[in-house]
């Protein structure tokens, strides 16, 4: 029997037997249980849980959560953290959805923090009729698109799994692109404000769309989202309260450290002369590892 607010859900006939309980997880579970296959075929998701309980009751007893032995990660009253997430991880199928009163072509500011290892992927979409609004990965540049206008970053590093803060200012004059304090911009052809439109409810999407076929979508983390919007105040993006979210997790953000090799290649560009002097000292010390240099000095 299942009961919602006191509100019966559904019911099903169940053969009556014995069910010996030996242990009980609330709110998740460790991953070496989850992912085992006799817990995993029978689960629909695995993410552990994030919110506040009340009243927990088993087998018609009540339990005090925060005095069972093996807790871990809760804690008395219900925070308003708890219940909002700032942050989003995706998987290159998935994105996140919302509709706002917003006006990205022409008094618009916004921005959020990525983290990716990819070189390619859509981060914001938003659309007004025929017109396109997007800020963009492309072969690890970051790319803001307006009505066709394009402003991008001269550094083609930012796929480095790295955090990086991007933020776009648009105004009628010109528009702008922000990305770890280097600017680039450029004039802003928009017509006239007498010609606008007035500013309605937009849809807008993070992390990739289904209206975009130009761009794969987004693979890494985006968090800390905020923007300009006509019948609110700025304030960070809770991504809980977004209707539409597929594919997409908001708990978790697990791209990897960059590469070693990575390192390695920046560091043997950045030097020519060290780097032929690391050469002779390699030739010396047969057996050595050309990355162990690097690996020993954490670079």
Same mark, same amino acid.
Request: net charge positive; charged share 30%.
């Given at each position: 029997?299942l009961?919602?607010d006191?509100?019966h859900i559904?019911?099903?006939?169940n053969?009556?037997k014995?069910?010996?309980?030996?242990?009980?997880?609330?709110?998740?579970?460790?991953?070496?249980?989850?992912?085992?296959?006799?817990?995993?075929?029978?689960?629909a998701?695995?993410?552990?849980?994030?919110?506040?309980?009340?009243?927990?009751?088993f087998?018609?007893?009540?339990?005090n959560?925060?005095?069972?032995p093996?807790?871990?990660?809760?804690?008395y009253?219900?925070?308003?953290?708890?219940?909002?997430?700032?942050?989003?991880?995706?998987?290159?199928?998935?994105?996140? +959805?919302?509709?706002?009163?917003? !006006?990205?072509?022409h008094?618009?500011? %916004? $921005?959020?923090n990525f983290? #990716?290892?990819?070189? @390619?992927?859509l981060?914001f979409?938003?659309?007004?009729?025929?017109?396109v609004?997007?800020?963009?990965?492309?072969?690890?540049n970051?790319v803001l698109?307006?009505?066709?206008?394009?402003?991008?970053t001269?550094?083609?590093?930012?796929?480095?799994?790295?955090a990086h803060f991007?933020?776009?200012t648009?105004?009628?004059?010109?528009?702008?692109?922000?990305?770890d304090?280097?600017?680039?911009?450029?004039?802003?052809?928009?017509?006239?404000? +007498?010609?606008?439109?007035?500013? !309605?409810?937009?849809?807008?999407?993070f %992390? $990739?769309?289904p209206?975009? #076929?130009?761009f794969? @979508?987004f693979?890494?983390?985006?968090?800390?989202?905020?923007?300009?919007?006509?019948?609110?105040?700025?304030d960070?993006?809770?991504?809980?309260?977004?209707?539409?979210?597929?594919?997409?997790?908001l708990y978790?953000?697990?791209v990897?450290?960059?590469?070693v090799?990575?390192?390695h290649k920046?560091r043997?560009?950045s030097?020519?002369?060290?780097?032929?002097?690391?050469k002779?000292?390699?030739?010396?010390?047969?057996?050595?590892?050309?990355?162990?240099?690097?690996?020993?000095?954490?670079?």
């Open positions: 029997i009961v919602v006191r509100r559904k019911s099903m006939e053969e009556k014995n069910m010996p309980f030996s242990d009980v997880y609330i709110g998740g579970a460790p991953t070496e249980i989850l992912k085992s296959s006799g817990v995993s075929s029978h689960l998701i695995s993410t552990p849980f994030r919110g506040c309980m009340k009243g927990f009751q087998q018609k007893k009540d339990f959560l925060l005095e069972e093996g807790t871990l990660g809760i804690g009253g219900c925070p308003e953290e708890s219940l909002m997430s700032r942050k989003a991880y995706f998987n290159g199928e998935s994105y996140i +959805a919302s509709s706002q009163k917003i !006006s990205p072509f008094t618009f500011e %916004g $921005g959020f983290r #990716t290892l990819q070189p @390619n992927g981060l979409y938003c659309t007004e009729d025929s017109e609004f997007s800020i963009s990965m492309e072969k690890g970051v698109n307006a009505k066709g206008v394009k402003v991008q001269a550094d083609k590093s930012f796929n480095d799994g790295k991007v933020m776009t648009i105004s009628p004059e010109k528009l702008e692109l922000l990305v304090e280097k600017r680039q911009s450029k004039n802003n052809p928009a017509k006239d404000a +007498a010609e606008r439109k007035p500013v !309605s409810t937009k849809k807008f999407y %992390g $990739g769309s209206l975009s #076929t130009q794969a @979508n693979t890494g983390c985006i968090s800390n989202a905020y923007f300009t919007r006509l019948d609110r105040d700025i960070v993006e809770d991504f809980q309260r977004y209707p539409e979210k597929v594919h997409a997790s978790r953000c697990p990897e450290s960059p590469p090799a990575l390192f920046k043997k560009n030097s020519k002369a060290k780097e032929s002097h690391s002779r000292a390699e030739k010396s010390k047969k057996g050595t590892s050309p990355f162990s240099s690097v690996i020993n000095k954490g670079e």
